[in-house]
């Protein structure tokens, strides 16, 4: 299939800039594969939708403040000089005290380039130039590096989310975090997961809906572009996902008795069916994963799940695609266009899955 075929348009006024004021008030759309049809609805109504006995599942991986901002370390004459500013957003720890990180600007970030974080609170060097901008960093900070980080670090928003550093501070710390969010090490937060509440929870537990959690660590792979022209090519970078036994066994005695697993996100989605054998049975495991889930994958571990909308020729279109078919997407989203709902990850959301005849 051509990237073409998962392109749609948007208007920039629908890319949501900030959070609205109470998470559960958001719009969701919900889509029914079986009858090939979608309504407008809101979150609130999300715990209504399900059954009794259903299972949801969430990713309770923390976001850390993994955006550092810096400047080159320029050796003159007189000694060190201050240099171009660099960004260096830390994906995935390599060593002790090394990160693999996305870099800008990249090119002139070559190996032996001496970098000065937080105003000489912290000091890298490039030690490795690898491929699309990321390069690897050994700093040098004894076994103060995750203290440092966290002191001097950066929300890492996605670049579309316009916002200054004091704002970013003063918004986005407290709210690009789901409310169940536990494990650090995310560099971006599981968005379908920023719409619960405690008072949801609540109504979920009312109903005799069950809640697991599982941990998937958001990295390189929810940046990363596809730069292929035909889908099928496209790699994905590994990301770490943790199951564990409680977690697989409540999974595993939802889908014996009939029930539905309705993912939250698409990161529960991949580590679900990452760690799902050929029968659908979970695994308890601690692992990474590379799953690239586009049209044509045949799921084993979910039957449902709630996202918030993607970017066009993205790989989470594509899978969002995979579960509820391209062209229904396609649709849907072009309906969400229409009726001016909030896109990305401060947006609405859209509930995929057979809900007919209940709904």
């Given at each position: 299939?051509h ?49 009794p006995?259903?299972?949801?599942v ?9 955006r ?18 660099v ?61 440092i980080?966290d002191?001097?670090?950066n ?6 989310i ?5 704002e ?11 409310v ?17 509440t ?10 005799g ?23 099928e ?7 770490n ?33 990452s ?85």
């Amino acid at each position: 299939m051509h990237i073409s075929e998962f392109d749609y348009h948007l208007p920039a006024e629908l890319i949501a800039q900030e959070p609205l004021a109470e998470r559960d008030r958001s719009r969701m759309m919900i889509v029914d594969r079986m009858s090939r049809t979608w309504r407008d609805s809101t979150f609130e109504e999300f715990p209504d939708i399900l059954n009794p006995g259903d299972l949801i599942v969430i990713n309770n991986t923390r976001v850390f403040p993994a955006r550092l901002i810096g400047h080159r370390v320029i050796k003159g004459p007189n000694g060190e000089e201050r240099g171009a500013q660099v960004e260096a957003l830390l994906v995935k720890s390599v060593g002790l005290n090394q990160w693999e990180v996305i870099a800008k600007p990249g090119r002139a970030l070559r190996a032996g380039a001496e970098i000065d974080f937080g105003n000489g609170r912290l000091k890298g060097v490039v030690t490795e130039v690898l491929e699309e901008g990321r390069r690897i960093i050994t700093f040098m900070a004894g076994g103060e590096l995750e203290r440092i980080i966290d002191t001097i670090g950066n929300t890492p928003l996605p670049p579309y989310i316009k916002r200054d550093q004091s704002e970013e501070k003063r918004l986005d710390e407290p709210r690009y975090q789901t409310v169940y969010a536990s494990r650090r090490g995310a560099i971006a937060a599981p968005t379908a997961g920023l719409h619960f509440t405690p008072r949801i929870f609540d109504r979920l537990k009312q109903r005799g809906i069950g809640v697991t959690e599982i941990t998937h660590h958001v990295g390189y792979a929810t940046f990363q572009p596809v730069r292929t022209d035909q889908i099928e090519e496209h790699k994905i970078a590994a990301e770490n996902y943790e199951i564990g036994e409680d977690s697989a066994l409540l999974i595993n005695q939802t889908k014996a008795r009939g029930s539905r697993i309705v993912a939250i996100g698409t990161t529960s989605v991949r580590a679900l069916e990452s760690a799902a054998d050929s029968t659908g049975k979970m695994q308890p495991q601690h692992s990474s994963t590379e799953l690239y889930i586009y049209p044509g994958y045949k799921f084993r571990a979910i039957d449902a799940m709630l996202t918030n909308f993607h970017l066009p020729q993205s790989s989470l279109l594509m899978l969002v695609s995979a579960l509820a078919d391209r062209e229904l997407m396609l649709a849907a989203y072009n309906h969400a266009v229409e009726e001016k709902y909030r896109f990305f990850s401060y947006g609405d959301c859209m509930l995929i899955g057979n809900w007919s005849p209940a709904v």
